[in-house]
Nanobody, 115 residues
Framework: QVQLMESGGDLVQPGGSLRLSCAAS????????MGWYRQTPGNQRELVAT???????NYADSVKGRFTISRDNAKNTVYLQMSSLKPEDTAVYYC?????????WGQGTQVTVSS
């Protein structure tokens, strides 16, 4: 069982920045696609960004140009750098690891954008 531990969620003002981190246990991180998803009450979990083992990235249209996903395979960690944050970015952010049939999730970290 892979353990994913998110950190970095916080309360931030509109226009501010925040960096989320997700540390993974085990030894399959470097060959896995990692992703960040978010969810608000009453809504489905939605894709924010993904990064493949080769470093290819994909972003939701709503965050393109504001968020950057990156990974450090030596630290088994994936990051989400968020800038120009908007109130509509408020959500619980979840880390995801995917390879083959494996699909693991972290417990989530709360990001609140409010003045």
């Amino acid at each position: 069982q892979v353990q994913l531990m998110e950190s970095g969620g916080d309360l931030v003002q509109p226009g501010g920045s925040l960096r989320l981190s997700c540390a993974a246990s085990g030894n399959i991180f470097k060959i896995s696609t990692m992703g960040w998803y978010r969810q608000t009450p009453g809504n489905q979990r939605e894709l924010v960004a993904t990064i493949t083992s080769g470093g290819s990235t994909n972003y939701a249209d709503s965050v393109k140009g504001r968020f950057t996903i990156s990974r450090d395979n030596a630290k088994n960690t994936v990051y989400l750098q968020m800038s120009s944050l908007k109130p509509e970015d408020t959500a619980v952010y979840y880390c995801n690891l995917r390879i083959g049939r494996r699909d693991d999730w972290g417990q989530g970290t709360q990001v609140t954008v409010s003045s």
